[in-house]
């Protein structure tokens, strides 16, 4: 397993948890509507690679189980198999990859204001996700 680029990529992710969680406070309280519309762009893009980011973490690490996860849902899925982790949470993360295909293949997406609900509570499943990552990689170190 190249940890290097795992934990590359693991920066990226946290870096975006950041600007997600920003503009998502900036997007509350803003008033004018460009500016929520600007806001609401960038928040999706950031959505759209952070979900992206983690399914490349996955085929890694399905890779090096000789598996692959034939969709993106089941890249999250798939590594219950292989890694002790709460299913649940690996449920929840495959979900976001329907939001991820919306927002690439330029899908109409629902209300706005359910939307970046939605997108405030990827905030806690990534962290987690991190968490769960770099304790992977941590026992690969032993």
């Known amino acids: 397993m190249d940890k290097n680029i795992i934990l590359n990529k693991i920066a990226y992710l946290k870096e975006n948890l950041l600007k997600i969680e920003k503009r998502i406070e900036k997007y509350e309280k803003e008033s004018n509507f460009e500016e929520k519309e600007t806001l609401e762009l960038a928040i999706t893009k950031l959505i759209e690679e952070l979900v992206e980011t983690a399914i490349k973490i996955n085929n890694i ?18 590594l219950g198999q292989f890694y002790s982790i709460d299913n649940n949470l ?6 976001t990859t329907s939001i991820r295909n919306k927002i690439a293949h330029e899908y109409e997406i629902e209300n706005k204001i359910n939307l970046i609900e939605k997108y405030k509570n990827f905030i806690p499943l990534y962290e987690k996700y991190i968490q ?11």
């Open 132 to 142: 769960f990552i770099l304790s992977i990689i941590k026992k690969s170190n032993n």
């Open 90 to 95: 690996l449920l929840k993360l495959a979900k």
């Open 61 to 78: 690490l399905l890779e090096e189980n000789n598996s692959y996860g034939g969709t993106y849902s089941s890249t999250f899925t798939k």
